[in-house]
């Protein structure tokens, strides 16, 4: 299993600011997840973000509202840019387990709420 | 696309009832399905999984089995415990590179 760190776990925004979320894994990773958890709904993935490359994103989700960097095998960053009430939401990295098992680790995730 | 659809809740229980969360889903390929519990201030955790029609995933009393022919796979308890309540999510992924699909999640409480 891993084991991951988001940094904040909370934290309350004004509109039209941006936050940075960071996230740690306790081991290298290949691959590591952005989701989004909106109130009452269930988790979206924004992008996917390998080490080296650019990260990938779903349809709906754009690099200039949500850029990640993904610097090393055990870190990631999202930004929520310029944000809305509506991106007031859990932010979840996740990390995929031991190849082939096809699981996911979840941080405790950020939440968000922007006024 | 994917997706997956699973009951509405709140779902309140009383200590030691049966526990039943339905979940359906639809996928073009063979997916594995999982479900992921998130008890309060705590981040989503793996409860159990089903890689292949007709397995049986279990885990803490918890059982679901993959049912290719009605495409569903229904999370169980015989028993629960206060302690068991949470949010329910249940969750398909279709290739191996860590994309899922989530349903909406189903909150549960137990009262003592």
């Known amino acids: ?115 | 696309g994917d997706s997956v659809t699973q009951m509405e809740g709140p779902v309140t229980l009383s200590e030691e009832a049966f526990l039943t969360i339905n979940c359906t889903y639809t996928a073009t390929g063979y997916p594995s399905l999982f479900w992921y519990v998130q008890y309060p201030g705590e981040g989503l955790q793996l409860l159990l999984k089903a890689t292949k029609a007709d397995d049986k995933g279990s885990n803490k009393g918890f059982e679901a089995t993959y049912r290719k022919e009605t495409t569903s796979f229904h999370l169980e308890k015989g028993s629960v415990q206060v302690s068991d309540s949470a949010v329910y999510f249940c969750a398909l992924s279709d290739d191996s590179w860590g994309k899922f699909q989530f349903g909406a999640g189903t909150q549960v409480v137990v009262t003592p």
Not at chain 1, 79 to 101: F, K, Q, R
């Open chain 1, 1 to 115: 299993s891993a084991v991951i760190s988001q940094k904040p776990s909370r934290d309350i925004c004004q509109r039209g600011t941006s936050l940075t979320i960071q996230c740690q894994v306790d081991s290298q990773v290949t691959m590591m997840f952005w989701y989004r958890q909106q109130p009452g709904q269930s988790l979206t993935l924004i992008a996917t973000a390998n080490q080296g490359s650019e990260a990938t994103y779903e349809s709906g989700f754009v690099i200039d509202k949500f850029p990640i960097s993904r610097p090393n095998l055990t870190f990631s960053t999202l930004t929520v840019s310029n944000m809305s009430p509506e991106d007031s939401s859990i932010y979840l990295c996740s990390v995929e387990g031991a190849l082939g098992t096809g699981e996911l680790f979840f941080g405790e995730g950020s939440r968000l709420t922007v006024l």
